[in-house]
């Protein structure tokens, strides 16, 4: 049944796109949910990157991880901080905004302009709140399929993200394979541990606990379960961290004290580093839509999804893959990637895999590694030079 009423503003579309732009796609088309649900129109807020070349051969779809948005190589309007991948995505840089066309959408579920619980449910004129459907990282991707369709794409020249991000690659490239060309899975898995469900579940019941929350109607009521949201963030921060990263940083020092105040306050500079991560985490993302993405990470299996046999998510796949994990990830540790080269390997896929030795755990990708850097260089260059696109910049 279609909504009572239209929720979405006119349409606002890319009239340029050889500059940084930051725009809504409204996407009228009924998006089938994997919970059986329909959203009858949706809304994707995205930033591009780059200019789209003649065939349209030449883009690259950048997808963000659980608290990531699309602000993937500029200043973010909230933080007013660099963008989260500045140190990969940009002119002169392995993904190189002088020759690619960068794509990165906030995902649908997010709170930066996308669709999402804190979105006005058509048929109440209120905030969805837990009315809006729970949703899956498949129903992101297909919902990031009408943007690639609207710049008029065929197949995208690459698919690349880190986290959730990596998983979002993998599903684009199970759901929607002949879309692409190729595919960089990084620090993620095939599906969801229980530890990190485990994890997730803490956080959540952080965020429900909070009287602020209010059965997740904050938004009508105007309150902000800022507390909740604050520890759910605090403990997620340690996972993306690694023990020889946090003892290097912190150590047992103390923050600008002499001694012990033998009270509950932040004593320690990792105490200290924790509070302000999730003090300033409520500043820019929604309780409800945390509660949902996360959800959606948890019920990421790309093997149940293909009769519990990961291959056949890839079976006759022509995508090339090149999977990267990192020594210190506990998060997603390297095994997992294994799984998902073996996989690959199982259908004669074309796929590389690097293990990157790294200390800083699984927020690595995000960072300066240099090994990692060059990995992806040296795979997009090559996928480039096969495409017929235009070699990088010599120097």
């Keep these: 049944m279609a909504p009572t009423r239209d929720f979405l503003t006119p349409d606002v579309r890319t009239q340029e796109v050889n500059r940084p732009s930051s725009d809504y796609l409204d996407v009228r088309t009924p998006l089938r949910l994997d919970s059986g649900r329909t959203l009858n129109a949706y809304r994707i807020a995205y930033k591009t990157y780059g200019a789209l070349n003649a065939d349209k051969s030449n883009a690259i779809l950048v997808t963000h991880a659980l608290t990531g948005d699309q602000y993937v190589a500029s200043h973010h309007p909230v933080t007013g901080k660099p963008g989260w991948w500045e140190t990969l995505v940009g002119p002169g840089k392995p993904i190189d905004t002088d020759r690619f066309f960068v794509i990165c959408p906030n995902?649908?579920?997010?709170?930066?302009?996308?669709?999402?619980?804190?979105?006005?449910?058509?048929?109440?004129?209120?905030?969805?709140?837990?009315d809006f459907p729970v949703?899956?990282?498949?129903d992101m991707v297909n919902a990031q399929v009408p943007l690639i369709d609207h710049f008029?794409?065929?197949?995208?020249?690459?698919?690349?993200?880190?986290?959730m991000g990596g998983m979002q690659v993998l599903a684009w490239a199970a759901r929607h394979r002949h879309r692409v060309f190729s595919a960089v899975p990084i620090a993620t898995a095939a599906w969801h541990s229980s530890q990190n469900i485990a994890f997730h579940e803490v956080g959540r019941q952080a965020v429900m606990a909070d009287p602020e929350w209010s059965q997740g109607r904050y938004l009508e009521l105007g309150k902000e379960p800022r507390n909740g949201l604050a520890v759910a963030r605090m403990?997620?921060?340690?996972t993306y961290l690694s023990e020889e990263a946090l003892q290097r940083k912190f150590g047992r020092n103390l923050q600008n004290l002499a001694a012990k105040s033998f009270s509950f306050n932040a004593d320690f500079q990792v105490e200290s580093y924790l509070r302000h991560q999730g003090s300033t985490f409520v500043d820019r993302f929604?309780?409800?839509s945390y509660l949902?993405?996360?959800r959606a990470i948890d019920y990421f299996d790309l093997a149940a999804e293909h009769g519990d046999v990961l291959a056949n998510a890839f079976k006759d796949t022509k995508t090339r893959f090149c999977v990267v994990s990192f020594t210190s990830d506990w998060l997603y540790p390297?095994?997992?990637?294994?799984?998902?080269?073996?996989?690959l390997n199982a259908v004669a896929a074309n796929v590389s895999f690097v293990e990157i030795d790294s200390d800083k755990g699984h927020d690595?990708?995000?960072?300066?590694?240099?090994?990692?850097?060059?990995?992806i260089s040296g795979f997009i260059n090559a996928g480039a030079a096969r495409r017929g696109l235009k070699p990088a910049r010599s120097g």
């Design 107 to 130: 995902v649908l579920g997010g709170c930066m302009g996308s669709t999402g619980p804190a979105s006005i449910n058509p048929d109440t004129d209120k905030p969805w709140g837990l």
């Design 135 to 138: 949703i899956t990282v498949g």
């Design 152 to 163: 008029g794409i065929d197949q995208l020249f690459c698919a690349i993200g880190g986290s």
């Design 235 to 238: 403990a997620a921060h340690i």
């Design 286 to 288: 929604d309780a409800n």
């Design 292 to 294: 949902y993405i996360t």
């Design 334 to 343: 390297t095994r997992e990637s294994r799984e998902i080269v073996q996989a």
């Design 364 to 375: 690595a990708f995000l960072l300066e590694e240099p090994e990692m850097f060059a990995t």
